[in-house]
């Protein structure tokens, strides 16, 4: 049995509705999105970019972005991978990223960086990065997922809208 289609239950469409069957109709970008999320957000091997990490800009992203089902989603996932309260709550301060690690801090602050102002960040918040400790690979994740978060809400956006007008 195939995984429940993420953007559909972070939308609220149920599977089975007619938006549901809409976005069925183009099964292999369902298929690209589903397989995204676990490549970005639970790789087998997540290797030094951490999944509380992933997470952290996942959470993130959905509370920059007022996307409410994506945020729960992800502090879920924080909670679940032993996420202290006080983490979550700093994660939760969109003006700061003070409480944070040094290596989290520069993921948060390029995450809100690129979700609030696409297209912004240059050689300096790449550099940033790196003297976080981020090696290439771990930014070019990291881009990647910024990315992939973007598409989603985008998606789920969409999702909603035409559930709305179902």
């Not at 952290?56 to 032993?82: D, I, K, M, P």
């Amino acid at each position: 049995m195939a995984a429940p289609d993420t953007i559909n239950s972070l939308a609220g469409i149920a599977e089975g509705s007619p938006v549901a069957a809409l976005r069925q109709e183009k099964s292999d970008l369902v298929s690209f999105a589903q397989g995204s999320d676990k490549a970005l957000l639970e790789p087998d091997d997540p290797g030094a970019f951490s999944l509380l990490e992933r997470h952290a800009v996942g959470y993130r992203v959905g509370l920059l972005t007022g996307f409410a089902s994506v945020a729960q989603r992800h502090e879920a996932r924080l909670r679940e991978l032993g996420a202290a309260d006080d983490l979550v709550a700093d994660l939760s301060d969109l003006t700061s990223t003070n409480g944070l690690s040094p290596r989290l801090a520069a993921i948060v602050a390029h995450a809100d960086r690129v979700t609030l102002t696409p297209g912004a960040a240059g050689e300096t918040d790449i550099a940033a990065l790196a003297d976080a400790g981020l090696t290439p690979t771990e930014i070019v994740t990291l881009g990647q997922l910024i990315g992939f978060l973007a598409y989603q809400i985008r998606a789920i956006a969409v999702a909603r809208a035409f559930g709305e007008s179902a």
